[in-house]
């Protein structure tokens, strides 16, 4: 995958940000999470911000579209960029674990017979993939694979995967679109159900899907899925896009990524850059340190407006799937 431009902070984006995240605050419920939903909830007046619907509407979902998230990481990383995603977005997900060549109890990772490595990621994703259908293959609706430096809202993922039906084959993500078509690994990308069960024997040993790409984690990840018949599913707001494989600095900055850049090649048409860019039901950004981490997690789920309430952010299911049908 071509370089990206390394992150240099203004104070302006953090301005930015913090906006972007008030047009969410309206669909979450402000809960802080501690481990799998056992938390305390953070109190606000009711008069200020109605909680009655926001919280059945995010119980509901975490209830029906149950999603189990896999974190690639490795151990150099389990102190502080696994630790960040424990701690911030990591429990809003219905099961995490994280998958590294090591074992380590406090996440925890699942060890797996692999050596380190860029250009081992393929055989690494394999055997995580192979992992989690073997052991948790039929329990949840929606599997969700990110890295250690990706920020996820699992409710918005929520929110877009209930418009989908998990015993359908579905490829959620960031479409690039050279090579047939596949997402960005760094967006994080989830598949449904039925798709973990028809790929997830096919993993079970190296010549099941074997590369062709060099190890190119999320390359070989779609050629696979295409030799099955699934493609990337629409998954943009409009043209709005909900995965982003950056920090929203590059995205929110009009410009920041020069127009030759690889990224403007890879995207589909109608891709723009500036406030523009990225949907309100946002579901990730890539490239987040740990210190970001934990500021994006903030801005979501605490920053908000006094007497702000946006209820009208949280979409009828049915306008969600009249988008897609536009787009």
Known sequence: MPSVPAPSWKREVLWFVAMFALGWTGFFSFRSFNHHRASSRTSYPSDIFPRTTRERSEDELFDKVRV??????RPGNHKTKAVAVKETWGPRCNKLLFMSSTKETSLPTIALPVEEGRNNLWTKSRLAWHYVYKYHGKDYDWF?????????ILENLRYLASTFNPDDHHYLGRLFVPYGGYTSGG???????????????VFATSDGCKSTTGGIEDLQFGICLRKIGVQVDNTRDQFKHRFHPFVPEHLLIPNFLPKDFWFWQYSPVNTTDGPGCCSDLTVSFHYVDPSLMRELFFYVYNLHAYGDYRSDVFKPVNMIKREKRLS
């Not at 189990?68 to 990481?73: N, Y």
């Not at 969700?144 to 996820?152: M, Q, R």
């Open 144 to 152: 969700l694979k990110a890295d250690d430096d990706t920020f996820v």
């Open 68 to 73: 189990f998230c896999w974190v690639m990481t």
């Open 187 to 201: 967006a994080g990308y989830a598949i449904s159900r039925k798709t973990l069960n028809e790929i997830g024997p």
